[in-house]
């Protein structure tokens, strides 16, 4: 099990299984990228136990929108390696990903959900509605919280990603940015291709 992530989370939300795995196949050529298939996307159990057959090497699987034990359950049954949620996870669901070896990333928003997380042992804890606000945010929770493991979602994007990493975020999700979701229902790779290549630029930053 690996113990960290990488740095850009593709988020998927209402892709096929089809289109999943293509996404999945480009993404594996870099080293950069985690999948999360979200629990509100028909068939997820089975788009995660099937990305994870694939053995590939460069990326790692978990879930999303993770609201509650009995799906944290079950995305760890599926084979998850990190869960990701859109609200606070409680206690008893983050020790479940301890016990389970997951990697745990908890949504917070204000300073005193931020400190919550971080008391009660979440791994990476995701700042969203992340464009809600300014990226000079974190580095304003970070003065007397100290550093954190932050990972910005909700209306980030390859233009707007780096502007969080300056001010201390270690990790981003991307949703509405990962393609042209038109062109991928036809069998059609390039813009998925192009975002991919500059998403992965931007996670050398």
């Keep these: 099990m690996k113990k960290i992530i990488n740095k850009i989370t593709l988020i998927i939300r209402g892709y096929t299984l089809a289109e999943t795995l293509m996404i999945a196949e480009e993404a594996n050529n870099y080293g950069c990228f985690n999948l999360e298939i979200t629990t509100n996307t028909d068939g997820w159990e089975d788009m995660i136990r099937a990305v994870i057959s694939k053995n590939y090497e460069n990326l790692i699987v978990g879930a ?3 609201l509650d034990l009995e ?8 084979g998850s390696e990190f869960v990701l949620a859109p609200i606070p996870m409680n206690k008893s669901m ?5 016990d389970h070896d997951v990697i745990s990333v908890p949504a917070a928003f204000s300073p005193g959900e931020i400190y ?3 008391r009660n042992g979440a791994d990476i804890i995701k700042l969203f509605p992340a464009t809600d606000l300014p990226p000079r945010y ?4 970070m003065a007397p919280l100290g550093e954190l493991p932050i990972m910005v979602v ?4 390859k233009n707007n990603a780096k502007d969080y990493f300056a001010m201390g975020a270690q990790y981003a999700g991307i949703g509405s940015g990962i393609c042209n979701k038109e062109e991928l229902r036809e069998g059609n790779r390039n813009s998925l291709i192009e975002n ?3 998403l992965a630029e931007l996670a050398k930053e």
């Excluded at 974190?138 to 929770?141: H, M, T, V």
């Excluded at 909700?154 to 994007?157: A, K, L, P, R, V």
Aim: charged share 35%.
């Design 154 to 157: 909700g209306g980030i994007n």
């Design 196 to 198: 991919l290549r500059e």
């Design 116 to 118: 919550e997380m971080k």
């Design 94 to 98: 983050l020790d479940y990903c301890k």
């Design 71 to 78: 799906l944290l359950e079950k995305a760890v049954a599926a």
């Design 64 to 66: 999303g929108t993770v």
């Design 138 to 141: 974190l580095k304003d929770i």
